[in-house]
């Protein structure tokens, strides 16, 4: 099983800032297949990133991923107040599908 | 798309429920369907996974023997049968639509399911 450890944990930041969460795979993820989702308080979460680095639709371009092999990241590039949230990645490269234990996103 | 989950609810452990999501806005019998529950303990995990005839099914160890996934086709509708309720399912239960090659682009509101005495 891959696992896959987000940093930080939380991150507090401010409106406008540029955020960077860290997401670190156990084992090779096979072909980059690692997506992102940002989940709202009491909401399901939302697709943003596929494929390491491809946008979901109707994802605002702030929001960017990178990466290969077994390191990731996701950018938010400047800040906007609805982007305070958890996120998390998931690997869908081997099986079974895994998720990180998310970044709290919050305002500072 | 749209999906809506329903049938949660609380359960004495060993007991039974089921959940149904009902799609729509998209070709339902083309589509990988998944369930993944988000619990205190183990966060999101996908529980289980049927293709868009039902003939490929896959179960997280975690539920395999217990819990059982179906679909109909013709009315649009997914299913989880969970039995064997344990404490630790308690979780949300989301349906999710698989994107393509295993990542989740749509996703419902999610069904609270609560296993206690």
């Known amino acids: 099983e891959i696992v896959l450890t987000q940093s930080p944990g939380t991150l507090s930041l401010s409106p406008g800032d540029r955020a960077t969460l860290s997401c670190r795979a156990s084992?090779?993820?096979?072909?980059?297949?690692l997506a992102w989702y940002q989940q709202q308080r009491g909401q399901a979460p939302r697709l943003l990133i596929y494929g390491a680095s491809y946008r979901a639709s109707d994802i605002p371009d702030r929001f960017s991923g990178s990466g290969s092999g077994t390191d990731f990241t996701l950018v938010i590039s400047r800040l906007e107040p609805e982007d305070f949230a958890v996120y998390y990645c998931?690997?869908?490269?081997?099986?079974?599908?895994?998720f990180g234990q998310g970044t709290n996103l919050e305002i500072k | 798309v749209q999906l809506v989950e329903s049938g949660g609810g609380l359960v004495q452990p060993g007991g039974s429920l089921r959940l149904s999501c009902a799609a729509s806005?998209?070709?339902?019998?083309?589509?990988?369907m998944n369930w993944v529950r988000q619990t205190p303990g183990k966060g999101l995990e996908r529980v289980s996974y049927i293709s868009s005839g039902g003939s490929s099914i896959f179960y997280a160890d975690s539920v395999k023997g217990r819990f059982t996934i179906s679909r109909d086709n013709a009315k649009n509708l997914l299913y989880l049968q969970m039995d064997s309720l344990r404490p630790d399912d308690t979780g949300v239960y989301y349906c999710?639509?698989?994107?393509?090659?295993?990542?989740?682009?749509?996703w419902g509101q999610g069904a609270l399911v609560t296993v206690s005495s």
């Open positions: 806005g998209f070709i339902f019998k083309s589509s990988e």
């Open positions: 998931q690997q869908y490269g081997g099986f079974p599908r895994t």
């Open positions: 084992q090779n993820v096979r072909n980059d297949y």
């Open positions: 999710a639509k698989e994107g393509g090659y295993g990542y989740f682009d749509h």
